[in-house]
């Protein structure tokens, strides 16, 4: 009941869309574009071991691959910006500048590079998601109250301290803002990275199914994609929660 009065609008307008869909759909009566979302259901119903068992390992490991190469790089890299001035005049420019290109462009050089493997797909998803991950992070790290690390400072605090026990606190919530924004893109990372070059994946799915004028098989991959960025987006928000209990308790 609980989640029901939290969400209950978000559900019902779902359900409404849903609904719309199914009428939409059957009287098109054209199933191979315009697929009924039971029929969907029930194509996936029908895929659900070649998809769970082939093609959903194959995505999962090119999406926490991809997010943990960000974490490294995009924390890493945001800390060494709010550290060094000249480090950030260098790379912020080019950080921008990594979002302005087509990111669909540059999968097939990608795939010419490395080929069918996994890091083809590895690269384009850190290439989706290392961006929120570092600008939040640097963000949250400047935005750091700076009466409170002058207080410390009069104190005799080391910049070591003084980074744990101000800045990483002021941080904490703009990652987690970054990180949640990161792990919705890293399924359109990992979906358009097989989409173009794999042989295995939800994405490489989805276009096979294509090929076969298959609709309802090309939206049921889709579905899964929706619901593991869904789950992954409230894994973050559990982290949080569990993270950061001291800002609840406030």
């Known amino acids: 009941m609980k989640i029901f009065r939290r969400y209950g609008l978000s559900i019902g307008l779902v359900l409404l869309l849903l609904i719309v869909w199914e009428i939409g ?8 574009i315009l697929p009924s979302p039971i029929n969907i259901l029930a194509r996936l119903w029908e895929l659900r071991s070649v998809l769970f068992i082939n093609h959903l390992p194959a995505t999962l490991a090119v999406i926490l691959i991809g997010l943990l190469m960000s974490l490294v790089l995009g924390i890493g890299l945001s800390i060494w910006m709010h550290e ?24 097939p050089i990608f795939v010419l590079w490395f080929g069918y493997s996994i890091w083809s797909k590895v690269v384009v998803t850190v ?15 400047r935005a750091a109250d700076p009466h409170l690390k002058e207080v410390l400072q009069t104190m005799g605090a080391t910049k070591r301290q003084i980074f744990l026990k101000v800045e990483l606190p002021s941080a904490l919530p703009h990652f987690y803002s970054g990180l949640k924004v990161a792990v ?12 173009l070059g794999a042989d295995s994946g ?6 096979r199914m294509m090929t076969q004028f298959d609709g309802a098989g090309v939206f049921a991959p889709i579905v899964l994609l929706s619901l593991l ?14 993270t950061m209990k001291w800002r609840n308790e406030n």
């Open 25 to 32: 759909a059957r009287l098109y009566g054209k199933p191979f």
């Open 84 to 107: 060094s001035a000249i480090v950030r005049k260098a790379f912020f420019p080019l950080l921008i500048a990594s979002q302005t290109i087509p990111v669909i462009a540059l999968a």
């Open 127 to 141: 290439l989706i998601t290392f961006f929120p991950i570092t600008v939040n992070t640097f963000d949250g790290l």
């Open 184 to 195: 919705t893109l890293s399924v359109i990372g990992a979906a358009i990275g097989e989409w």
């Open 202 to 207: 939800l994405g490489y799915f989805s276009r």
């Open 229 to 242: 960025g869904i789950a992954l987006f409230l894994l973050v928000g559990l982290l949080e929660r569990i």
